[in-house]
């Protein structure tokens, strides 16, 4: 029982998460399924707070004037590259459709368009490298305004791709496939 605590735990850590789960709990000789199923939720545990909170603490943030120009970087940063991830629409005065209305801003937006955005971070966190990942993942989906359920499903399938590839690194697919084979 102790160990599987180890694994949930060092799978909630950032930047190490279920990457370094797993090779841990194969370490001590956990087996594959339950070391899989420990480091995915444990993985997965942080992700819909990262989704739900980063906008507001980056909000709470600008409030103090030693935060302000980092959170206002960061805002901005995200902001210019969201364009080339999501399409967020375009309202009716910049399709040219009421050119006399141009002058009024149009409140209402087109929902946002996910698509290949999805694939994108689906791959970036199943990607086993340092600094992708779950934690990494959903904060560029928060900073990217994505769309929160399609984001939440992309680090989920991500992570559990990136477990079965560490499941077969740390087991090797004979081990890893032992369960089939008994």
Request: glycine share 10%; with cysteine; net charge positive.
């Amino acid at each position: 029982m102790k160990n599987i605590l180890y694994i949930f735990l060092i799978s909630i850590l950032p930047i190490v998460e279920l990457r370094g789960a797993i090779p841990v709990g194969a370490a001590l000789g956990v087996p594959f399924y339950l070391n899989y199923l420990c480091a995915v939720i444990g993985n997965m545990l942080p992700v819909p707070f990262i989704l739900l909170f980063i906008p507001k603490v980056l909000d709470f943030l600008a409030r103090f004037k030693i935060f302000r120009p980092i959170v206002e970087w960061v805002r901005r940063k995200a902001h210019k590259h969201s364009g080339k991830i999501v399409d967020h629409g375009k309202n009716a005065a910049e399709d040219g459709d009421n050119a006399t209305e141009a002058a009024e801003p149009i409140e209402e937006k087109k929902p946002k368009r996910f698509g290949g955005a999805f694939w994108g971070l689906l791959l970036f966190v199943m990607i086993p490298l340092p600094g992708t990942g779950a934690w990494t993942g959903s904060l560029i989906a928060s900073l990217f305004d994505l769309p929160k359920k399609s984001s939440f499903l992309a680090a989920l399938l991500g992570v559990l791709g990136a477990g079965v590839i560490m499941c077969l690194a740390s087991y090797g697919v004979v081990g890893f496939l032992k369960i089939f084979i008994s």
